[in-house]
Structure formats: structure tokens, C-alpha cells
């Protein structure tokens, strides 16, 4: 965690909006991801465990953004899904009262591999071994009781909100399991756009770098569903992203992929659609994820294509249906 915002000294604590972020990550064993903080004085809990995160800057367009950003920062690590779970309140070196937004995160790693920038090292622990570690009270708090959430989400129990008025949203999602383990797996499920121009060129997107996935990479105009059926995700997305007016009718699937980006990460369904009629020229609508939209030959796609995108497009020409990639 970097240096703190300075907050105002004439708001109450609970009054001021947060302006720092922290990520919780958690894996399917139900440990919690901590990171040994450098013991100098005058820095962010100096010598102590930690969550990974820090202070809003003045580029980030959300406290989501700052946690992202210092995930990267502070150890390369991209999380796709991030959650609102509780805003916590922390003492800065100062002293001081400072609101703190959290987030969850799921990942399943070795932290030996992650290129750590600051502090001394991140290592996975059970909610049982906090007693033994040096760390705020109020983030050993924080994790038992994110932790009994998980425990009462997998024995059906329907969980409180981890401050008591958390929405059904906010609640974090327990852990997932391989299926011989007894536990489904839930899948995140994306909609993706395959579009041909006349000349049988195919239409991607150059993401953003600062994306907080595959920025700098050529991709499909694709989204997460949300409350919403995977036509109407797509649908949305072509709209909100490029301008483009596709009707659900003029739609047909074209390929599924079915991949793990990382050994033993979230199993991931992308749904590829190929639109036969639309209206509109690909325009940036949404340049902090998108820096542009260009139609690329089949079979001359630039080097720097998001894999499953080019294997998805590869099984499309073949006439295949299905790909899996990552399962080992």
C-alpha cells in the first residue's frame, strides 16, 4: 500500500468518501493473500501483513481503478472480477482516521512467481494462523469475517452483508472447487462479436494499455454478462462500444471457447457471435478501454491478438464450433 490520501480534518470519518482501495484476494483452499510490508518507519503499517492496495491518483477514474492499478504496481497481478465488499476505516502514520474502500478478488497462484515492487513478500495464510501474524486488528477482523461469509454461502446459508447493509451484489462469492470436489464451479461467461467486412476482413479492437485486460493486444469487441442474456450483453456492448445497431435476430453463434487463463484459475465460457446484418461504422465510444476498431484479413492477424480470440477466429474458418485451451 503506497502513501495514503490525506484526508480533511473537518469531516467526520464515516462522512468522508473513501479515497483508498485494498483488494482481499482469496483462493479456493480459503486462504488470503497478505503482503509482508516493509518495516520503515514512517511508511503504511510498517513490518506488518497487509492487504495489497493504496491511494487513489488523480488518473484513476474509480476507486475500482486504484485497486487495479496497485495490483499491477505492487505485483503484477491483473484480476479480471473485483467486487465492492466493505469500506473499512484505517490510521494512517499520522495517526489518522482514513476511509478505506475494499474489494475481493479470487485468484489461484503461487505468490513466488508474482514480480512483487514493494515490500517483502506475499504469501497465502488460513484465517486460523492470523492470531500469529504481526497486523492491523481491524484487517484480521476484516478477513474472519469475509471468511465466515464464505463458510455460511457454502453450507446455503444466506449470508449478512459484511457491514450489515451490503446488497445480495456486494456479497462475495465462495471460493470455487474442482467438480470432484463436490462444489460447482461457476463460469464467467462472455459475449463476443465476430464481424465480416465485404472483403472477408475481420474486425478487432486495439485495447487500451492501461485495460485491465490484455491492454495493448488486439481483441473482439466482447463484455461480460450481466443481468442479461448473452444476446442482449452482446447487443449492448456492440452499441456501447463501437456505435454498431445490431438486431438479436441478425445473430447466430459462431464458436465457443472454453478456457482457464492460469493453472487452476476461473474456468471462463466466451461465447463468440457472428453478426450477419448491422448498421453503423465502428467508431471509439469508450477510449479509456478501446484506442481503436481495424479489419484484419483471417490469416494476417497482427501478432500482438488475444490467443482465444485467434483460436476462436482460427475454428470459425475450419468450421469447427468448440475449443478448449488452458485445461490441463
Known sequence: MTEQTTPTDSALPHQRPPANASTLIYNRAGAYLLHLRDDIPGIWEPGAWSLLGGGRE????????????????????????????????ARDSDGRTVPVQIFTGHWVGDPATLNLTEGAML???????????????????????????????????????????????????PPSTPSRGGSTVLNVIGAHLYLEDADGKVLLGLRHPDSAYAGSIWHFLAGHCE?????????????????LLIEPGDVELAHVVHLVDTPGGRPRMQLVFRARRWSGTPEVRE????????????????????????????GIRAGRRYTETGWS
Open 287 to 314: 477510449p479509456d478501454k478501446c484506442k481503436g476498431w481495424r479489419w484484419w484479413p483471417p490469416d494476417g492477424l497482427p501478432a500482438q491478438t488475444v490467443p482465444y480470440a485467434r483460436a476462436a477466429i482460427e
Open 58 to 89: 488523480p488518473g484513476d477514474r474509480s476507486l475500482e481503478d486504484t485497486a487495479r492499478r496497485e495490483l499491477r504496481e505492487e505485483a503484477g497481478l491483473d484480476l479480471l472480477d473485483l467486487a465492492p465488499f466493505a469500506v473499512e476505516e
Open 227 to 243: 443481468q442479461e442474456s448473452a444476446l442482449m450483453c452482446l447487443v449492448r456492448e456492440a452499441h456501447e462500444e463501437a456505435g
Open 123 to 173: 504469501h497465502w495464510f488460513r484465517p486460523e494462523a492470523l492470531s500469529r501474524l504481526r497486523m492491523a486488528s481491524s484487517t484480521r477482523d476484516l478477513i474472519r469475517r469475509h471468511a465466515e461469509l464464505l463458510r455460511l454461502d457454502g453450507l446455503g446459508t444466506a449470508a449478512e452483508g459484511a457491514a450489515g447493509n451490503n446488497s445480495p451484489a456486494d456479497r462475495p462469492s
